[in-house]
């Protein structure tokens, strides 16, 4: 990393973070909650694991009405990679809100150069790129549509563990029950096979081979005229699985499973919205398989710092859409454009992605070495800026434990540091720094919540 850059990428975030003055919620926040409370819908979710009300956002840090400062290892669910308030990000935005902000899909400078921007970081064979909606799930319904429209099947092959949206195919793709529960049937079609979970082995085989049988079964299941799988349009899935829990497929698996899908002629999309775009230390997480898959949707960080928008961007020869196929009145939003252009600029400019490697293989030696020490830190993991710690009540019988890992999301909260809980089991506490993070704040956070886990081990937190 070099010292210029980083004293720069220091200055972005809130100094001598993190800083408690008053217990979160402190009273200001409390006001505000309970406001929402009353007024909006009982599915808000996370102001109720992690009480408090923003004012303000700077680079890795956050501040909230009260005054206390966090680091901010949530970043707003993967979407801040270039963190909060970027300047230059800003600058872009203000400058296109003066001009025009809406044009659905009519061209302007400010569009071309997102097209441009995304040309520089996609491979070279996706040679299209769509903007269909505002939210990831809108480029994940995209995404299959162009698939189903090209093959002329409507089948989806998905894997265990899956998050790809709330909308109805980006949620039927979706296996989390707390999500599907109570809905009736979703869309017909959709059939999910094991991800490889080393962690959690799926097949009992020895671990080492988890990879190899998650692509063996694949095979399989595409291949046995009596598996009850139809050939499906396409198979999807997230080249990291972020929300079931960081989980990591191997080099091996992603080449199998694009070979798998070549060789039978089915469309593979790689869902990167939550991996993609530096996240993992590359670019795209598949640039990690060595493959180029038909189809990759995009969104969160994509918006520069937060603004709505999302695309899919694909081979050649699926371009076979008539114009007005699909449509929707937000097909890009000028200032996200700007935004997003910027960022993306930004991030080549400064190698962000290379930058996360290198801090994210530093992050996970020290997570590595509170997983060793610890009886309830079952297994950490992480790849680039996509870390995680999956809790467990004991590290032989290795059951879940989503009590310990909200416990951590409460208390490391109280002491400054923001996280997210996901995973299977929704046992996993998981980090999504802005890679903008210096890497001082990083392994302070860490240390903090090195602290949180200790605490908890030792009965010192309850
Ligand atoms: C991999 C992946 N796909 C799709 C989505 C859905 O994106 P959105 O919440 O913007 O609809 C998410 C959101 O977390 C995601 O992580």
Wanted: proline share 6%.
């Amino acid at each position: 990393m070099n010292k210029e850059h980083e004293t720069m990428i220091a200055a972005l975030s809130i100094e001598g973070a993190p800083k408690i003055i008053t217990p979160p919620p402190g009273p200001k926040s409390r006001e505000i909650l309970q406001y929402q409370a009353d007024n909006e819908s009982s599915a808000v979710s996370y102001s109720r694991g992690m009480p408090m009300a923003l004012a303000r956002g700077k680079g890795a840090t956050l501040e909230d009405v009260d005054g206390n400062v966090y680091i901010d290892f949530f970043g707003g669910a993967g979407v801040m990679a270039l963190g909060h308030g970027h300047p230059e990000v800003l600058k872009a935005a203000h400058a296109q809100i003066d001009q025009v902000t809406h044009s659905l899909d009519i061209p302007t400078e400010t569009r071309q150069r997102m097209v441009e921007a995304l040309r520089k970081v996609l491979p070279k064979e996706l040679t299209r790129v769509f903007f269909g909606g505002p939210t990831g799930s809108d480029a994940v319904e995209q995404a299959l549509k162009l698939a189903k429209y090209n093959s002329g099947r409507y089948g989806v092959l998905a894997f265990e563990g899956a998050y790809h949206g709330m909308t109805g195919a980006s949620l039927a793709l979706t296996t989390d029950s707390s999500h599907r529960d109570g809905l009736g049937p979703l869309v017909p079609g959709i059939q999910f096979i094991p991800f490889p979970y080393t962690y959690r082995n799926p097949f009992g085989c020895p671990d080492e081979r988890v990879n190899e049988q998650a692509a063996d079964n694949l095979e399989r299941v595409l291949d046995d005229s009596h598996s009850g799988y139809s050939k499906p349009a396409a198979v999807i899935l997230e080249s990291v699985q972020g929300e079931g829990g960081t989980i990591i497929p191997s080099k091996h698996f992603l080449q199998r499973v694009r070979k798998i899908t070549e060789e039978r002629g089915i469309i593979l999309i790689c869902d990167e919205i939550q991996s993609g775009l530096g996240r993992t230390g590359k670019m795209f997480a598949f640039e990690y398989g060595e493959i180029v898959p038909d189809i990759v949707t995009m969104s969160k960080a994509l918006g520069g710092v937060g603004f709505p928008i999302s695309a899919i961007a694909y081979r050649e020869e699926l371009n076979t859409w008539p114009a007005g196929k699909t449509i929707g009145t937000f097909r890009g939003n000028m200032v996200a454009f700007a935004a997003g252009a910027t960022a993306l600029e930004w991030m080549l400019e400064y190698d962000i992605p290379g930058r996360a490697a290198e801090l994210g293989e530093k992050a996970l030696v020290r997570l590595k070495a509170m997983e060793s020490k610890s009886a309830i830190l079952g297994e950490a993991r992480g790849i680039g800026l996509m870390l995680a710690l999956e809790m467990v009540e004991d590290k032989v019988s290795r059951k879940p434990s989503p009590e310990l890992a909200k416990k951590i999301r409460k208390y490391a909260h109280q002491r400054g540091v923001m996280i997210e809980v996901g995973g299977h089991h929704n046992n996993v506490a998981r980090l999504l720094p802005p890679l903008i993070i210096s890497e001082e704040l990083l392994m302070r956070g860490i240390g903090i919540i090195e602290g949180v886990v200790n605490d908890l081990e030792s009965g010192k937190l309850a």
